[in-house]
């Protein structure tokens, strides 16, 4: 599967993004798929996941209250609602999409994605 992440920008503390991610192939559905960031001169990080069917979803702390992950497999794309922003929350996103998972708790280690996309730059201005 082709990963394709969109809708970063720059935006002020405070405000709010959508980010979308579209998928290619017809198999969308069978897969579980994540959001990471990577802030400059940081690791890259998870920031949410959702399984395949959308009834769970799993969110990094930092983020927990502020950003909310959803699918469409109809139109096989991936969001994440980004509110509440923080300048702290500047990096590159990257969606990725995994078969491994077997557990919510694993879907935020990075090994068991199989397909990432080529990110989207989220600027928060203080």
């Known amino acids: 599967v082709q990963l394709q992440a969109s809708g970063g920008g720059l935006v002020q503390a405070g405000g709010s993004l959508r980010l979308s991610c579209a998928a290619s192939?017809?198999?969308?559905?069978?897969?579980?798929m994540g959001w990471f960031r990577q802030a400059p001169g940081k690791e890259r990080e998870f920031v949410a996941a959702i399984t395949r069917s959308g009834h769970s979803t799993y969110y990094a702390d930092s983020v927990k209250g502020r950003f909310t992950i959803s699918r469409d497999n109809a139109k096989n794309t991936v969001y994440l609602q980004m509110n509440s922003l923080k300048p702290e929350d500047t990096a590159v996103y990257y969606c990725?999409?995994?078969?491994?998972?077997?557990?919510?708790?694993?879907?935020?280690?990075?090994?068991?994605?199989?397909?990432w996309g080529q990110g989207t730059l989220v600027t928060v201005s203080s």
């Open positions: 990725a999409a995994t078969l491994a998972a077997r557990t919510m708790e694993v879907m935020k280690y990075e090994p068991i994605y199989n397909y």
């Open positions: 192939g017809r198999t969308f559905n069978s897969y579980d």
